[in-house]
């Protein structure tokens, strides 16, 4: 099965204005996601998909000269924009990544495709996450989602609503009768921390991690250890 990484990322951000080309001990958020991403065994392909506006132009000659796969499509119906962007490579399975979590772990990725496909052909999962701590114990910005490319098109043919297109797999989330939604913990212990948010959505957050003693390399359990338990 072809799987496919579609990073979600752009420059327009206005909590965050150019987050993905901030500088983060030194690199670039986006190297950091891609870095790490790829560093998942079962991707086959790790693609950027960023808007068409010109302020990405950027973004897209940065990730051009590193050899990394650049789409480009609608700003707000990012919906569309995934779509066209699995199509053009030719996805199987899409594995949704926010350009906005550094710290993002290919293993943590290789955990949710493995759940996934395994939970998929037993047919009992359509929609699988890890990468927030909602039913499950991961930490907020570890992990990512994934689905197959056929019902991420599907989903694009049903949702009208523009925050269904803007969002572009709240679709699934809003109609939960529709969808088996499926997540699981670490099997790690040590990586049961709900209570981390390692993202970075706001200036508060850029500064945080900017503070941290990390690196583009940097393990979860190295990262868990910078946060004591609470208690």
Known sequence: MRTVALIQARLGSTRLPCKTM?????????????????KAQLIDEVVVATSDRPENDVLEYHLARQGVAVFRGPEDDVLERFRLAGAAHGAEQV?????????????????????????????ACDYA??????????PDGLGAETLSYALLADIAARATLPA?????????WDNP?????????PAN?????PDLKLDMDTPEDYRALALLDIH???????????????G
Do not use: M
Request: proline letters at 10%; a positive charge.
């Open 22 to 38: 901030l500088s983060l001990h030194g690199l670039p958020v986006i190297d950091w996601v891609v870095r790490r991403t790829r």
């Open 164 to 172: 269904h297109r803007e969002h572009c797999l709240s679709y699934i």
């Open 189 to 193: 212990p040590a990586l049961r921390r």
């Open 129 to 138: 996450y890890n990468h927030i701590p909602r039913g499950n114990s991961y």
């Open 177 to 185: 009768d529709q969808y088996r939604i499926r997540t699981f913990d």
């Open 95 to 123: 594995v949704r990544i926010c350009a906005d979590n550094p710290l993002i772990w290919g293993p943590a990725i290789d955990d949710l495709i493995r759940f996934w496909r395994s939970e998929n052909a037993a047919g």
């Open 216 to 230: 583009p390399d940097i393990t979860p359990e190295e990262i868990v250890a910078l946060f004591p338990p609470k």
